[in-house]
């Protein structure tokens, strides 16, 4: 009768011991599943009693452990903010005559003086630019200042001053503005768009619709979008794309990373888009804008081609539609869809419905290429061209012209 006593004790000492090892068990799991409420603090070792530093830094985001407790896009505002200005315009425009008003039937009954009476009228424009020199050179958009009768500058202190525009390049839609304010005006830093890289930081500061120093915060959505693919073909440009908010009037304002350097200018957007904005890389820019402040001007060489990047699906799409008036090579390359007359490209002997294939023995395979190599190349130079035209291929050389003069 003892020994299954015994017996029994131990099977319900057992039984206490398995419940409680469970319960160890399930607590340590329990903390492995939630490490953020059973990090343990971290150790302070002798000779750094009540220092809290190291904790108080592994709390810390990067941006804040860089700058402190101000936050990076304060921080990046307060080094630009001052050289970001505001630019107004003044234009004015006749209405053109009515022919119904030249009449002789008509200027019978009304007179000859009616039709001189018709006022004329002032457009109003608003847009953004960032000194880039103590002594008053500014940076902004060719589309802000163009056409321009009167431009007024304002600073962020509330001065203004008249703007005299030096120089517009409407190919790559930029302009210098020069202001008289003496020679200690703040200067917005300049970075270099070259390091940029998708999911940087991107800081747009500006005037949108008249609302001044407004700033929005983004990312680089990606890099290189050309132009054409932004549904601008008159540019020459590979935009930095944003998802910073930018909107009219933050045209020719500063385009910011996180150390408050300006990257770009911003300058476009989609009107059938939300959250998607262009600014024109700052190393390009500052290549333009020396171009300016010394000629007043910016020649850009051209061939005349209009053009569309061709690859062997889209040539197939043409070839089996029984209605297509020309069989295309299926082939990658660039297809040329017009030539302008009177252009290097007609001298050359470049016709419609040609390939572009090489260009000085450089592979082509996109019409944002085959501009970026003319706009590379000088005034002047002959390029050689070699071209897909039905089965054969023709070698051609094309001596490039000032785009200004094509007509």
Known sequence: MRFPKISQSLRQLSTHVLAIALG??????????????????????????????????QRQSPATAAIGSTSFVTAAVNR?????????????????????????????????GFSQQMPSEQLRGLGSGFIIDKSG???????????????????KDGRTFEGKV??????????VVKINAGND???A???????????????????????DNTV????????????????????RLDFIQTDAAINPGNSGGPLLNGQGEVIGINTAIRPDAMGIGFAIPIDKAKAIAAQLQRDGKVAHPYLGVQML??????????????????????????????????????????????????????????????????????????LQVKVQRGNKTEQLSVRTAELQNAS
């Open 80 to 112: 630009v903010g001052s050289a970001v200005v505001r630019i107004d315009t003044e234009r004015t425009i006749t209405r053109r005559v009515d022919p119904f008003m030249e009449d002789p039937f008509f200027r019978r009954f009304f007179g000859d």
């Open 137 to 155: 050179l500014i940076l902004t958009n060719a589309h802000v200042v163009d056409k321009a009768d009167k431009v007024t500058v304002r600073l």
């Open 309 to 382: 990047t061709l690859t062997p699906d889209l040539a197939k799409l043409n070839n089996t539609d029984p209605n297509s008036p020309i069989q295309i090579p299926e082939i990658n390359g660039v297809f040329v869809m017009r030539v302008v007359p009177n252009s290097p490209a007609a001298s050359a002997g470049i016709r419609r419905g040609d390939v572009i294939l090489q260009v000085d023995g450089k592979a082509i395979t996109s019409a944002e290429q085959l501009q970026n190599v003319v706009e590379d190349s000088r005034l002047g130079q002959v």
């Open 216 to 235: 929005t915060l983004g990312i680089v959505s990606t890099l290189k979008r050309s132009s054409a693919q932004v549904g601008i073909s008159d540019k």
């Open 189 to 211: 830093p300049l970075g270099s768009s070259t390091n940029v890289q998708v999911g940087d930081w991107a800081i747009a500061v500006g005037n949108p619709l008249g609302f």
């Open 185 to 187: 005006l703040p200067v």
């Open 24 to 57: 160890v068990l399930l607590t340590v799991s329990t903390l492995q599943v939630l490490p953020s409420q059973a990090e343990p603090a971290p150790t302070i070792t002798a000779g750094t009693a009540g220092d809290t530093s190291n904790l108080i830094a």
């Open 166 to 175: 030096q120089g517009i390049d409407e190919v790559t839609d930029l302009a």
